[in-house]
């Protein structure tokens, strides 16, 4: 998988790019838009990072172009402005996801995983697996080793998308953003009480556990092994 | 009144400030207009006046000549002649003038001693200079005399010395000069000095403000006692200083509480992480410490945010984004989301939705009010007592609902009424409440969110607990 990141701070495109190395991806660093842009039309890439503000160049003028190119490679903003008006001119300029700065390394990974596979998931699924754990979208059924668990609907729904990203890190405010479909950050620790009484129903009463904390980053639904 | 060039810079500048005054302007303007009129009402007096003597004396004279033309018809040239002489020996105080003359203009009768030189006009009409014999006084006036033909042979004039209507005239052009003069001049004396005392008090203003430029914020504009519109600048400009001195001070309270609130943590974070690196060398060790740091780091990313967040509800960016929001629904979610939270606490929370309100409004925000004062009423909570999360419609002139209120109520052990106000500032934390989790922004956050749609957040005694009402309005 390559990824191109534009971004005119060396610091932040160093840190991104080591961590996407160690994660397997191949990496190209554009430190202006214009070279940016070149790059990301020139070559194929399986996503794109750009940051809003650029040298010569802004952020949602290189995405402009871009989708005008009909080139629909996923993009994540990184800015600074991290205002709701900020948040949607960048998305409706054809970002495809926004982080504001500072982030986790962790936030932007599970964020490039989820967008890596999302054109998969455009097919139209009836049913999730993971493990011995099955989910019946149209129904609307969980069955674990042939049990049938019972489920409120939120509690559905955090699952489902928890089984969608199965194998990757789904943070809190991702979780907040397509489960209960709010931005907002939660002063206390709600998330994990979902995340914990989810547990309770899916794992409980299990031999192998599938809902993994990932400490300081979130939360992994995975096979084991 | 031109300015006087002195020695003194200072006292020349004044001068010419004085007279490039508005009020002066003002003042120089109003004079011209004043004088004007009365030039315009003085000369129309003068007018009507001469012309009404003018008309006396001719109506006089028309009378006179037509007795005399009687005279003539009935007793012939003998009887006009008495009838002169009689008149013209009393002319001395009447001042009437006579004169009766042949083909010749030689005279007959009356008291001029010969017929004035003067063209008369069409109507006979002259008027002629008289001179008086030095006997009786010596002066020249002038007559206004009108002339008679008696059949071919005789001329008669008969007239009136106008000396009258010339010392009237004279008086009244007296009267109108020495008026001009005076308007004129108490006109500037007070234009001079009203200037000079609104200067005064300008000056005051601009000295203050000056002063206050310099970095003097507690420096006031005195103001006056008269309570007139200069007052009424200088007190509403004070009233601008006080808000500015209690920003300034409120902006200088968060840096203070800034430093307070995210130093501490960020010298936490880096006492962790040097610790680390001075202890000794084990994988298990550091990990640790890393994690630790990463923690805190995202609490100081979360006290950064929520600022963040506060000042772009305060900032009213947002607005632009409003959408109808549906409020039942959205606390809904909020009880949704908060109860698992609650129920773990052994906390029962209770939704009382009585009304389907919705309004416009930016939903993230609204969500993070209510989240936030859920998340308090929790805080603060002890097991197996109760949170409410109710939402209501405010029912006020004829039965048209002005105000959606979300009310949050916990049985905790509330804020004290000399408190209340207080925890709404940032970063405000009541000392009993500094070893709970939390960054002290969760309710200045509310008041901004409420104060960005237009609402306010009260605080209230819940009896026990604490009953926060965030009232936000329809329109």
Known sequence: MRILIIEDDTDTAAYVSKGLCENGYRVDVANNGREGLVQAIGEDYDLAIVDRMLPELDGLSIVETLRKADRDTPIIFLSALGGVNDRVKGLRSGGDDYLVKPFAFSELLARVEALLRRPATRVVETNLRVADLEMDLLARQVIRAGQTIELQPREFRLLEYLMRNAGRVVTRTMLLENVWDYHFDPQTNVIDVHISRLRQKIDKDFEQTLLHTVRGAGYSLREPG | ?475
């Open chain 2, 1 to 475: 009144m031109s300015p006087v060039p002195r020695t003194d810079s200072s006292a020349t500048f004044y001068n010419r400030r004085l007279f490039h005054s508005r009020i002066f302007r003002l003042t120089v303007i109003y004079l011209c207009l004043f004088t004007a009129s009365v030039l315009g009402l003085l000369g129309f007096i003068y007018w009507s006046a001469t012309e009404s003597v003018t008309r006396q004396i001719d109506s006089t004279i028309n009378a006179e000549i037509t007795g005399l033309a009687e005279q003539f018809n009935q007793r012939g040239l003998i009887g006009l002649v008495q009838a002169i002489e009689r008149r013209a020996g009393k002319a001395g105080t009447s001042r009437g003038l006579y004169i009766l003359a042949d083909e010749s203009f030689e005279p007959i009768a009356g008291n001029l001693s010969r017929w004035p030189d003067e063209a008369p006009d069409t109507e006979g009409w002259v008027t002629f200079r008289l001179e008086y014999p030095d006997d009786s006084g010596g002066s020249t006036n002038f007559g206004r005399a009108r002339i008679f033909d008696l059949g071919q042979r005789f001329h008669l004039m008969v007239g009136h010395d106008i000396e009258e209507r010339s010392r009237i005239a004279a008086s009244i052009r007296g009267t109108l000069i020495w008026s001009v003069v005076i308007a004129i001049g108490v006109s500037l004396i007070g234009g001079i000095l009203m200037s000079r005392s609104l200067l005064s008090q300008i000056d005051t203003i601009n000295e203050t403000s000056r002063e206050i430029m310099a970095g003097d914020l507690t420096r006031r504009i005195p103001i006056g006692k008269h309570g007139d519109e200069i007052d009424e600048v200088a007190s509403n400009l004070n009233a601008m200083l006080d808000q500015i001195e209690r920003l300034l001070a409120g902006m200088s309270q968060i840096s203070d509480n800034i430093a307070h609130d995210l130093r501490t943590p960020i010298s936490r974070l880096r006492t962790g992480l040097e610790s680390a690196l001075i202890g000794r060398a084990d994988p298990e060790d550091y990990r640790d410490a890393i994690s630790g740091a990463i923690e805190e780091a995202d609490n100081i990313l979360k006290t950064f945010n929520a600022l963040l967040s506060i000042a772009q509800a305060e900032a009213g960016a947002t607005e632009a984004q409003f959408e109808y929001v549906d409020l039942k629904a959205l606390l809904r979610d909020v009880g949704e989301l908060y109860e698992p939270l609650a129920d773990e606490q052994g906390i029962q929370l209770k939704l009382e939705l009585g009304a389907n309100s919705s309004l416009k409004g930016d939903r993230n925000l609204l969500f993070q009010a209510v989240a936030n004062l859920t998340d308090n009423a929790l805080k603060f909570s002890t097991t197996d007592s109760c949170v409410t999360l109710t939402l209501r419609d405010e029912v006020q002139d004829e039965g048209i609902s002005q105000h959606a209120e979300i009310i949050v109520t916990d049985q905790g052990p509330g804020i004290p009424a000399g408190d209340r106000d207080r925890v709404l500032e940032r970063f405000h934390r009541l000392e009993a409440s500094r070893s709970t989790p939390g960054n002290g922004l969760g309710l200045s956050l509310v008041s901004a969110v409420a104060k960005l749609h237009g609402g306010a957040l009260r605080l209230e005694d819940n009896a026990p607990g604490l009953r926060a009402t965030l009232s936000l309005p329809f329109s």
